[in-house]
């Protein structure tokens, strides 16, 4: 179980190192694609990487949120619940958000594959099922912390 835990540690920390180095790389093509245009040498593909990044860092984001528990939450009826009626409510959540996952997972690889000839904004070496595939991967991290998370919940009881 130790080795698991630390692959799962490394897994987190490398999807945080990646999302933080798509972030500065986004942003630094968004400058670079600013100046350009400026310079009246515009720049067209610097734009459409950034999104590519962007979509990449929406996924590991939204897991690295579900992870340290900082999603938006609305707690206003369920706070004033008794302890084991929230712990059924939150157990029930997370296994909506699974099966959500779950559909997300089936119908984005078969997009990615039926996506792999189709071109991503114009860009003639670039594939779309780079864009797709982010989907698969980011809800693959989600419903991996969705089952954890869910795991914690119940053997932590009310």
Not at 5 to 25: G, N, Q
Not at 81 to 108: C, E, G
Request: charged fraction near 15%; include cysteine; glycine fraction near 2%.
């Amino acid at each position: 179980m130790a080795i698991v835990s630390r692959v799962y540690d490394f897994i987190c920390r490398t999807e945080l190192f990646i999302t933080k180095a798509f972030i500065a790389a986004l942003t630094g093509l968004v400058f670079f694609s600013a100046l350009a245009r400026t310079l009246r040498h515009p720049v067209s593909w610097a734009i459409d990487i950034a999104i590519f990044l962007f979509v990449w860092c929406v996924f590991f984001s939204a897991d690295i949120a579900m992870r340290k528990d900082k999603l938006v939450t609305v707690d206003i009826v369920t706070v004033y619940l008794p302890p084991k009626i929230q712990r059924a409510l939150k157990l029930v959540n997370y296994l909506i958000i699974s099966l959500f996952l779950f559909f997300l997972i089936y119908y984005s690889i078969h997009l990615s594959y039926t996506s792999r000839f189709v071109r991503f904004q114009g860009i003639t070496w670039f594939s779309y099922t780079w864009v797709v595939l982010s989907v698969p991967v980011g809800c693959t991290l989600l419903l991996i912390t969705s089952i954890l998370k869910m795991w914690k919940c119940y053997k932590n009881g009310p």
